[in-house]
C-alpha cells in the first residue's frame, strides 16, 4: 500500500494482481475478538481453528479496491502474471514498493484456509470476519499514519 500511496494515479494503471490466488488478509481486530470469544467458550477447548477470512478475494480484486480507495478508480490494465513475477523480483522493486522479494511468492501460492469450525464456535458470540472491502479505507488511513510499520 505504502507505494501505492507514493504517486496512487500512476501506480494504480495497471493492475499486478492475478484472478487465480486469493490472499487472506484479517484486520486485527477480528484476530482479537476471536482470540478472546475462544479463550472463553467450552466448546473451543481443544479445538483447531483457522482465523482466516471465509470468502478471501484474488490478489486481483485486493488491487481494485486499494486502487479505488486511493485513486478513486480501478486500474486500467491487467499486467500478465509471469511479468509481474520478474518484474516484482527484481531488486529495484524490493527498494520501490517495500516488500522484500521474499515476499513475492506469497502473493503467488494459492492457499486455502477452511474456517468451517471457527465460525461454528465464534457465530454465537456475534464474531465474523469482515469483508476486506468494509476495512479497506480504514486501512489505508492507518499506513498514512504509520508508514514505517
Given at each position: 500500500i505504502n507505494y501505492l500511496r507514493m504517486?496512487?494515479?500512476?501506480f494504480t494503471l495497471a493492475n499486478i494482481g492475478n484472478r487465480d490466488v486469493r490472499l487472506n488478509l484479517v484486520p486485527v481486530d477480528f484476530v482479537v475478538a476471536a482470540l478472546t470469544a475462544l479463550a472463553g467458550d467450552e466448546q473451543?477447548?481443544?479445538?483447531?481453528?483457522?482465523?482466516?477470512?471465509?470468502?478471501p478475494l484474488t490478489t486481483y480484486e485486493l488491487f481494485e479496491l486499494i486502487s479505488r480507495s486511493l485513486a478513486g478508480r480501478?486500474?486500467?490494465?491487467?499486467?500478465?502474471?509471469?511479468?509481474?513475477?520478474?518484474?516484482?523480483?527484481?531488486?529495484?522493486s524490493e527498494k520501490l514498493s517495500g516488500l522484500p522479494r521474499?515476499?513475492?511468492?506469497?502473493?503467488f501460492?494459492?492457499?486455502?484456509?477452511?474456517?468451517?469450525?471457527?465460525?461454528?464456535?465464534?457465530?454465537?458470540?456475534?464474531v465474523r470476519c469482515p469483508l476486506f472491502s468494509s476495512y479497506v479505507d480504514t486501512l489505508i488511513d492507518f499506513v498514512a499514519e504509520h508508514p514505517s510499520l
Open positions: 504517486q496512487p494515479r500512476l473451543s477447548v481443544g479445538a483447531t481453528v483457522q482465523l482466516a477470512d471465509p470468502n480501478g486500474s486500467l490494465l491487467k499486467l500478465p502474471r509471469p511479468l509481474v513475477w520478474k518484474t516484482l523480483n527484481l531488486s529495484v521474499v515476499g513475492v511468492p506469497y502473493f501460492i494459492d492457499q486455502t484456509y477452511d474456517t468451517t469450525r471457527a465460525q461454528q464456535l465464534l457465530a454465537p458470540h456475534g
